[in-house]
């Protein structure tokens, strides 16, 4: 039985890196693995989570692994990459360059700008492993001169069985259900995912093509409170589709 850490800054509900920790978790101890997960901050109830204050004391062997997700720029991270004297695998998600929170969030910015340059070190730290989450970020670590003997593309996990064995919220479908096209929009409500360009997409198909239709935003971040989120209420008010566009928030699984 192998000791294994898998180690991220934070571990919260709708995130897509948060959701690849815990397939990867489970894939790892239905293989009879010792597999714990260690972060700085959480939002979830899980018997195998534990503060990265523990990480030192869990992983004793140079036969135990560390598999750090690295999605943005995070010090303790990359210490535990240098000090810890096991096998160590980075799952790189990629960082988001941060011109894009320009304007919008200076804490972002400077996350993604920290995490830019910590790539380049931890590509110095002669790790086992780089697991990409697709074959772009894999070409740029190999670029930024990762070993590709030691590089591969593995898929994140999904959670695609358990979501289609919810029952669907019954309220939710009948409003929604009243012959209008219905164009959704998931994933958080943030400047890279392009959500200004959608809205102005949308208008021109709901102008031009199809008025009886409504754009769905559902995501975390889009209630109004962002200078980002404020900046998509503006567009929608100025192109007339306050009636169109509904900004839904985060919502359960059902819904």
């Given at each position: ?53 523990h990480?030192?004391?869990f ?27 096991c096998?160590?695998?980075i ?16 804490t ?27 074959a ?120």
């Amino acid at each position: 039985m192998t000791r294994i850490a898998i180690l991220s800054p934070s571990l919260t509900t709708a995130d897509a890196v948060s959701n690849d920790v815990m397939g990867e978790f489970d894939v790892l101890s239905r293989q009879g693995h010792d597999v714990r997960l260690f972060c700085e901050t959480h939002s979830l109830n899980h018997p195998q989570l534990f503060d990265v204050a523990h990480l030192a004391k869990f992983l004793k062997n140079s036969d135990d692994i560390l598999i750090y997700h690295f999605s943005r720029g995070w010090n303790p991270g990359l210490e535990f990459i240098r000090e810890l004297h096991c096998r160590r695998v980075i799952r790189y998600h990629n960082i988001t360059p941060p011109e894009f929170f320009v304007r919008f969030s200076r804490t972002d910015q400077e996350i993604c700008e920290a995490g830019r340059r910590e790539v380049v070190e931890l590509l110095t730290a002669d790790c086992d492993l780089f697991l990409s989450a697709s074959a772009f970020s894999m070409r740029e670590l190999i670029a930024m001169g990762a070993d590709v003997s030691r590089s591969l593309v593995v898929p994140p996990f999904h959670h695609i069985d358990r979501l289609s064995k919810i029952t669907a919220d019954a309220r939710t479908l009948q409003k929604y259900s009243d012959g209008a096209a219905n164009v959704l929009s998931v994933g958080r409500v943030v400047p890279h995912k392009g959500l200004h360009q959608l809205i102005a997409m949308f208008a021109r198909y709901y102008y031009d093509y199809n008025r009886k239709s409504r754009l769905l935003i559902v995501g975390k971040g889009g209630e109004g409170l962002s200078d980002y989120s404020k900046l998509l209420h503006r567009a929608v008010h100025k192109l007339r589709l306050d009636k169109a566009v509904v900004f839904m928030g985060g919502v359960s699984d059902e819904v």
